[in-house]
């Protein structure tokens, strides 16, 4: 009688060592899970992205003199980051887009060592609207999702999201956006002119702010011939001389093109939008807005936002832009950034595209489904098929 009831106590103990060993192996696999799809990817994918080549060799100076790395500047950009706010995002939401963005740029920043990195507009998503309180609980997040190092530099310019469309921006949501990344227009780093423009407030409708806006353009412009000329002219004399470089502009809105029929690449605008036309001053900024921009700064290169694709557009004689795709999964199952090697005379791109969400979501389906059998076969639920398999071989076998 004693004997038997020992026995039964040991296979009880037996079975609950199994199912603790089982359980511990349950555990350890839902947390590598979790470890190659919440963070290892992030690694995984970015190595594979570089920093490109210069076509002339370490970007040869005006007079083909050859230059030192140290003047080649590395800038990383990206679009329409959209941080949920208070009034639209549900938390899960918020927590899931932010920890993948937070990812994406930790390991950007770890892995391709950029020295400057631009944010083309639509940081937030409620800039437009937001309390106070709400704006500075955004602003708080946005410092933690992208910190830096001090020797990275971070510049954003003002999108519709930030500051609201030409017909809700007023001067309190520019000045709040502006205190958080900077007034700065115009700013010249390793010889090379960098315009910050607020696409939003070139509406072209002479209100307060677009004039302003304009005013303060032409005033870049003007800056920008004067380091244009050999010779200092007479009304050059009194500024500050910049480096003699076409500039790149940046800004969130991009210039003046009917649609996206001409944008190719698999993170273009989908067919069925591809044809559709854009609204002037809405989806892009008027003709006539355009123009203005391409005459008076004479950019070598453009960057923009907004469209959430991307599409590369020459305009005129050698002045691409470039739309940057959202950085957010929100808005693509395959955001990217562009990485840029740039020289005052000189410049070469590249795209640098984060995980797919659907190659995590399929990561995780498939995990979970071999979670489950290997957790039912051992209760037997699953064992029927396993069996039936068993037998269908075995007759096989002995015909
Ligand atoms: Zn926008």
Known sequence: ?????????????????????????????????????????YYLVIF???????????????LGAPKAPEHVLRAMFLADTHLLGAVRGHWLDKLRREWQMERAFQTALWLLQPEVVFILGDVFDEGKWSSPEAWADDVGRFWKVFRHPPHVQLRAVAGNHDIGFHYQMDTYRIKRFEKVFSSERLFSWKGINF??????ALEGDGCDICSRAEAELLEISHWLNCSREEHCPRGCRDRQRLPASAPILL?????????DANCSGEDA??????????????????????????????????????????????????????SVPSFSWRNRNNPSFI????????????????????MV??????????????????????????????????????M
């Not at 854009?278 to 936002?305: A, C, H, N, T």
């Not at 740039?342 to 995980?355: E, F, N, S, V, W």
């Open 1 to 41: 009688m004693a004997s038997s009831r020992l026995g039964a106590r040991g296979q009880c103990l037996r079975l609950l060592k199994t199912r603790g060993f089982l359980l511990l192996k349950l555990l350890a696999a839902i947390l590598a899970v979790l470890l190659f799809c919440e963070f290892l990817i």
């Open 48 to 62: 594979r992205c570089s920093w490109p080549e210069l076509k002339t060799p370490e970007g040869a100076g005006a």
């Open 195 to 200: 315009v910050m423009v607020n696409s939003v």
């Open 251 to 259: 800004q969130h809105f991009p210039l003046y093109r009917r649609n």
């Open 269 to 322: 605008a989908p067919p069925d939008e591809k044809y559709t036309l854009f609204k002037e001053r809405y989806d892009v900024l008027s003709q006539e807005v355009s123009q203005k921009l391409l005459w008076w700064l004479r950019p070598r290169l453009i960057l923009s936002g907004h469209t959430h694709s991307a599409c590369e557009v020459q305009h005129g004689a050698g002045i691409l832009e470039v």
């Open 339 to 358: 990485m840029g090697r740039i020289t005052p005379m000189d410049y070469a791109l590249a795209k640098c595209y984060l995980p797919r969400e659907d």
């Open 361 to 398: 979501l399929t990561t995780y389906c498939v995990a979970a489904g071999c979670l489950m059998l290997i957790t039912l076969i051992p209760t037997g639920l699953v064992s029927a098929p396993f069996h039936f398999g068993r037998r269908v071989l075995r007759k096989f076998k002995t």
